[in-house]
């Protein structure tokens, strides 16, 4: 069959604190399959009460546009194994490992890949704040990165330069969940790195980011004017065949398919730190990804395209391995 005959659902939304980026990502998504020829492309707004109406709805394969918890750490692409549904991305594994910044920064030091130094604590083991606080200090140092492990968008991020704020902010990261991940900052330049691609991989440019605010946080992201992407990264040629190794090695270790984009810190003194890696990234106008493509000549139809086409390459793999 001709793949633009395909039934494809693209799946957006979701029940994650990043809905709206979602909604932006799948619509943006869906207008590209329709302009590349695709005629039988629907949109599916997944909610808690419409699983039952996934399931139910005819199609060949599933086009993730899910960022966040439900969409971007395996449920979603388990329910879709279960039901023998193909879809873009990353398999159950690696995206639950993608999501878990924790779970990631194990993985990837366990490797000998560079990350900063961390700390992970539970919930019920911080009855006294300021005891954490105190303990936090201790082993990180300040200024420090607390974040909330399996939040995205920049969304459970805080900068603490002061151990008068420590204690307060420890409270926040926790009223996202019962994990808390504390990392020592990092002084550099912020670089993504966009990758696509199941067993050969095809690395785009790395993007520097700079932002209006003190951080790449949640409205820097999604707020015109907010935040520049400059492409190329203004950073040595070393420098970058460094980023794209590391890169490279972190999308093998973590499992990745279809495309992930994995983000760093080239730190002043240590050179490029891996931050954390993301499994489905998102496909906006204001995106990262999608801007890398574009500077190398891959339009944003042709690049909603490949992934669509890394998808089925997969199925063609499984059906052979089943030949056999």
């Known amino acids: 069959m001709n793949r633009k005959d395909l039934r494809i659902t693209v799946i957006y939304g979701g029940i994650s604190s990043e809905r709206e980026v979602s909604l932006r990502s799948g619509k943006a998504m869906f207008e590209a399959l329709q302009r590349c020829g ?4 629907s949109l599916f707004d997944l909610t808690c009460d419409s699983l039952g109406e996934l399931l139910a709805t005819p199609m060949d394969l599933a086009v993730l546009a899910l960022h966040g918890k439900g ?16 879809y873009t991305g990353s398999s159950v594994a690696a995206s639950a490992i993608g999501i878990d910044k924790i779970r990631t920064k194990e993985l990837i030091s366990y490797a000998g890949l560079p990350t900063p130094c961390f700390v992970q604590l539970n919930r019920s083991a911080c009855d006294d704040q300021n005891q954490t606080a105190q303990l936090l200090k201790e082993k990180i140092g300040l200024p420090m990165v607390l974040k909330s492990p399996c939040e995205g968008s920049s969304i459970g991020v805080r900068i603490v330069k002061d151990e008068a704020e420590l204690p307060e902010a420890i409270g926040e990261i926790f009223s996202y969940g019962n994990r808390l991940l504390a990392e020592e900052f990092l ?14 991989l095809t690395v785009l440019p790395a993007v520097e980011i700079t932002s209006e605010n003190e951080f790449y946080d949640y409205q820097a992201k999604y707020t015109k004017g907010m935040c520049h992407h400059l492409i190329p990264a203004r950073i040595s040629a070393e420098e970058l065949q460094r980023v794209n190794e590391i890169g490279k090695e972190a999308y093998r270790t973590i499992g990745c398919e279809g495309l992930s984009r994995i983000d760093f810190i080239l730190d002043r003194n240590k050179g490029p730190m891996l931050i954390e890696v993301n499994t489905l990234p998102g496909m906006t106008e ?39």
């Open 38 to 41: 695709y005629r039988r492309v």
């Open 187 to 200: 002084d550099g330049v912020e670089l993504t790195l966009p990758i696509l691609g199941n067993e050969v």
């Open 286 to 324: 204001m995106s990262l990804f999608p801007d890398s493509a574009r500077y190398v000549g891959i339009p944003f139809e042709e690049l909603v395209d490949r992934i669509v086409c890394l998808a089925l390459e997969k199925v063609e793999k499984k059906i052979k391995r089943e030949e056999l």
């Open 71 to 86: 969409g971007e750490d395996g449920c979603i692409q388990g329910m879709l194994e279960l039901a023998g549904i193909p």
